[in-house]
């Protein structure tokens, strides 16, 4: 299973517990895209811009308090080191039920530090391992600038009024797990259509687009027909 599934996966479950806990009392609706727009080589999204917003102000401008944890999966006999993560998720953010989830761009240190650590670890059916952040480090973690941006939809977005707005992808790939992608890469943008649910954004640096996001998708692709 791909990086983009398990966590996307995770966070539903975690979309759907806020959801029910923290409900909005007051109205709050999406704005149009989510404000997402072009400024110069980098995109914006709620005016959050990737490696210059720090944790800090996105949680000031999100006005609300994120779970912040790492994810990494098991590793398995003679198997590398898995990647680690450390994301921010915000849940219900809008009247739509959207949630947001901030990759932090935390050095390898900070990540093995919290790694072993293991505050409150948590390992899924599916070999996810995700990790607790002590509170201890919360002040140094909401310095850290955002790396990638993903939205997880709460309604179905209006496919036709997003192409008027940004165009017809450059791009249309199937993963061959029923997900479709359009693939945006002046806007680093990668908008997953799955089976049956609503859109996924991924957002990154557009200089960054090929790297994150292009080539590893390419490869799973690649590695399913080899299966």
Do not use: C
Not at 58 to 73: E, H, S, Y
Not at 88 to 94: E, P, Q
Not at 182 to 189: E, I
Request: aromatic letters at 8%.
């Amino acid at each position: 299973m791909s990086t983009w599934v398990y966590r996307i996966v995770l966070a539903l479950i975690l979309a759907v517990v806020f959801y029910w806990l923290y409900p909005n009392a007051e109205a709050n609706p999406r704005p149009e895209m989510w404000n997402l727009e072009q400024r110069g080589e980098q995109t914006s999204l709620l005016g959050l811009e990737i490696g210059k917003t720090s944790l800090h102000d996105a949680m000031q401008t999100l006005k609300l308090v994120p779970d912040i944890a790492l994810f990494t999966k098991q590793r398995g006999r003679n198997e590398a080191e898995q990647p680690k993560h450390l994301e921010a998720f915000f849940g219900d953010l809008f009247d739509q039920g959207d949630s947001i989830i901030l990759g932090i761009a935390a050095d390898e240190s900070l990540l093995e530090h919290i790694k072993k650590d293991a505050y409150k670890p948590e390992i899924f059916p599916n070999g996810v391992i995700r990790v607790g952040v002590q509170e201890s480090l919360y002040e140094h973690v909401e310095t850290l600038p955002i790396s990638n941006i993903t939205v997880l939809a709460g309604q179905q977005i209006d496919v036709e009024a997003f192409q008027k707005k940004f165009g017809k992808p450059e791009q249309l790939l199937n993963d061959g797990q029923g997900n479709a992608h359009f693939l945006y890469p002046k806007l680093g943008l990668d908008m997953i259509q799955p089976a049956g649910g609503e859109q996924i954004l991924q957002l990154v640096s557009p200089a960054m687009f090929d790297k994150k996001l292009r080539q590893p998708l390419l490869q799973s692709i690649a590695d399913k027909n080899k299966g």
